[in-house]
Nanobody, 123 residues
């Protein structure tokens, strides 16, 4: 019904920047909160950030606040994650999510998930 496809992952040095994109196909996601989660090998999936359907509200995990910025373009059915000042501990598979909630959080998973894009930050 709805497919989410992440892109933009890759290898970057510590202190560098990377921009991830999540493109949705099928139904419009204009009424859905969007967000990003990440998971490192052998670790639990963790919440990163979320944005409301109209872009008016955002929330961030403490570990990325001030470094990451989420945005969305509903006309393009696309959400972005701008990552600056990257650290080795940011290395993970990043997953895009969408849910029929005002905002996603660590306790509010999405209804739709992408397959992920790998981000590797070297020292």
């Amino acid at each position: 019904q709805v497919q989410l496809v992440e892109s933009g992952g890759g290898l970057v040095q510590a202190g560098g920047s990377l921009r991830l994109s999540c493109a949705a196909s099928g139904r419009t996601l204009s009424n859905y909160a969007m967000g990003w989660f990440r998971q490192a090998p052998g670790k639990e999936r963790e919440f990163v950030t979320s944005i409301s359907w109209n872009g008016g509200s955002t929330n961030y995990a403490a570990s990325v606040k001030g470094r990451f910025t989420i945005s969305r373009d509903n006309a393009k059915n696309t959400v972005y994650l701008q990552m600056n000042s990257l650290k080795p501990e940011d290395t993970a598979n990043y997953y895009c999510a969408a849910g029929s909630r005002y905002l996603l959080s660590s306790g509010t998973a999405g209804d739709y998930w992408g397959k992920g894009t790998l981000v590797t930050v070297s020292s």
